[in-house]
């Protein structure tokens, strides 16, 4: 019987077959030999075995086992490797509320607020919580666009404290689109109102009259007039200035167009002089 003949593809893999393996360099391996698909292998800054994809290529996996060994001789901590700590959400609404508690004058809107969220996010993990659950969330609720823009303005504030304190490495409400504001109202006092009003505050509280000017004739806010300091006015310019708020009331008639609030404004000189 003659011998069979074998075919050129099958001398050529008994020959790769036959040849020795190369040596791998240290901390590169492949999972299915001669496959050529690399991964690498080491301790982390814990102490505890890793193993990651490196690829096709040998060269990027030594560099690869390289980067992650200096990172831990560093060390740094593998947040992509490495279980985090998991920080409820309620955590985060306590930091945020002894933020608001310091630096906000609308802490007691943020506690009233915080206490809804919380209701429903207060015992997920922070970073579960998805841009689509809070904008669903915004959405069930019966508010008016500025009500749901106020949340969401608490959401970014509530990630952003948790970022600048380590605990979160996400901010979800920074996807969330801002609702469109169209509830807008332009109202004004008519002279009678305005003189019912002046002879009620003269008869039960004249010490209040030079407040009431202030705020009829400037348009500020109350938290915005009963927050100012003698620094806030330029008696020279007639200018009382909000630097904070990035607002400035002219004292002066006719209004400035330069104002970045309409106002109905007359000569406040009553209230300045």
């Given amino acids: 019987m003659g011998e069979t003949r074998r075919t050129p593809a099958e001398i050529k893999g008994e020959t790769q077959l036959s040849k020795p393996r190369k040596k791998l360099p240290r901390g590169v391996y492949e999972k299915v ?29 030594v560099k690869l086992y390289q980067k992650r060994k200096t990172e831990v001789l560093q060390g740094k901590k593998l947040p992509e490797l490495l279980r985090a700590r998991k920080v409820n959400f309620r955590d985060l609404l306590t930091d945020m509320l002894e933020y608001s508690k310091r630096n906000k004058l609308s802490y007691a809107d943020d506690v009233q607020r915080a206490t809804v969220m919380g209701e429903y996010f207060g015992q997920r993990i922070s970073e579960s919580i998805t841009p689509q659950e809070v904008d669903r969330w915004l959405a069930s609720h019966e508010w008016k666009a500025a009500t749901q823009n ?18 979160v490495n996400v901010n979800p409400a920074k996807l969330v689109r801002q609702r469109r504001e169209d509830n807008a109202r332009i109202r004004f006092l008519s002279e009678q109102e305005e003189y019912k009003l002046r002879e009620v505050i003269a008869n039960e509280c004249p010490h209040h009259l030079p407040e009431f000017e202030v705020a009829l004739n400037t348009g500020m806010r109350l938290s915005e007039q009963y927050g100012l300091t003698w620094n806030n006015v330029d008696f020279q310019r007639r200018i009382v200035s909000r630097m904070a708020m990035h607002v400035t009331f002219r004292l002066t008639t006719p209004p400035s167009q330069r104002w970045e609030r309409r106002t109905r404004c007359q000569t406040a000189s009553r209230g300045f002089s």
Wanted: aromatic share 12%; no cysteine; net charge positive.
């Fill in 33 to 61: 030999p001669g496959s050529g698909i690399y991964y690498i292998r080491y301790s982390d800054a814990t102490g505890n075995i890793q193993r990651e994809l490196a690829g096709r290529s040998l060269t990027a996996a």
């Fill in 150 to 167: 106020r949340y969401r303005a608490l959401f970014l504030l509530t990630y952003r404290v948790g970022t600048d304190n380590g605990k």
